[in-house]
T-cell receptor, first 115, second 116 residues
Framework: AQSVAQPEDQVNVAEGNPLTVKCTYS??????LFWYVQYPNRGLQFLLK??????LVKGSYGFEAEFNKSQTSFHLKKPSALVSDSALYFC?????????????FGKGTMLLVSP | GAVVSQHPSRVICKSGTSVKIECRSL??????MFWYRQFPKKSLMLMAT?????????EQGVEKDKFLINHASLTLSTLTVTSAHPEDSSFYIC????????????FGPGTRLTVL
């Protein structure tokens, strides 16, 4: 079975400061990891994904995520937060090796960036 | 990135009626489409997975006779909520994947269903 944990319901950060949204995962084999962002009353927008290769993945809107196999983590980061980054962020995982498994989502972390 | 549209964005209906929600992949052919349900301040719950031309695979606990899914073409999937009741009120989001299981899933903007 696969699972995703986002330990923080909410993250607060001041505009201009760096932000981190945490995610840890559990899969039987190799993970295929995603971050999505959801604005109010909207669907999910794809930010970035990790399959293989460089552990630091760069995505949309200046976001990046670092894959850490030993810690089974895939934390989302941004060097300088914007007020417009305030939204709900979801981490998701799929097992890479089976090919037919579905995405499992974390419960989401609300990011609030204050001016 | 790829674009997925949903229609309508918002629908209000009376209890006992049926509602159809359309999901379209606008700039790619979606071999696989997914339907999710999201409750307020909650994560997404996968309802079913459908492959073009095949019957949908429903997740445990999802009534297939109540939530009818049709994936008749590579760009269109529909979800019909039959005999809707107030407890069916929710935010429904579709997602589409182009071909390979390795492809990214892209999500539609969602449909807010309110059953009176």
């Amino acid at each position: 079975a696969q699972s995703v944990a986002q330990p923080e319901d909410q993250v607060n950060v001041a505009e201009g400061n760096p932000l981190t949204v945490k995610c840890t995962y559990s899969v039987s084999g190799n993970p295929y990891l995603f971050w999505y962002v959801q604005y109010p009353n909207r669907g999910l927008q794809f930010l970035l994904k990790y399959i293989t290769g460089d552990n630091l993945v760069k995505g949309s809107y200046g976001f990046e995520a670092e894959f850490n196999k030993s810690q089974t983590s895939f934390h989302l980061k941004k060097p300088s937060a914007l007020v417009s980054d305030s939204a709900l962020y979801f981490c998701a995982v799929r097992e890479l090796d089976t090919g037919y498994s579905t995405l499992t989502f974390g419960k989401g972390t609300m990011l609030l960036v204050s001016p | 990135g790829a674009v997925v549209s949903q229609h309508p964005s918002r629908v209000i209906c009376k209890s006992g009626t049926s509602v159809k929600i359309e999901c379209r992949s606008l700039d790619f052919q979606a071999t696989t489409m997914f339907w999710y349900r999201q409750f307020p301040k909650k994560s997404l719950m996968l309802m079913a997975t459908s492959n073009e031309g095949s019957k949908a695979t429903y997740e445990q606990g999802v009534e297939k006779d109540k939530f009818l899914i049709n994936h008749a073409s590579l760009t269109l999937s529909t979800l019909t909520v039959t005999s809707a009741h107030p407890e069916d009120s929710s935010f429904y989001i579709c997602s589409a994947r182009e071909g390979s299981w390795a492809d990214t899933q892209y999500f539609g903007p969602g449909t807010r269903l309110t059953v009176l």
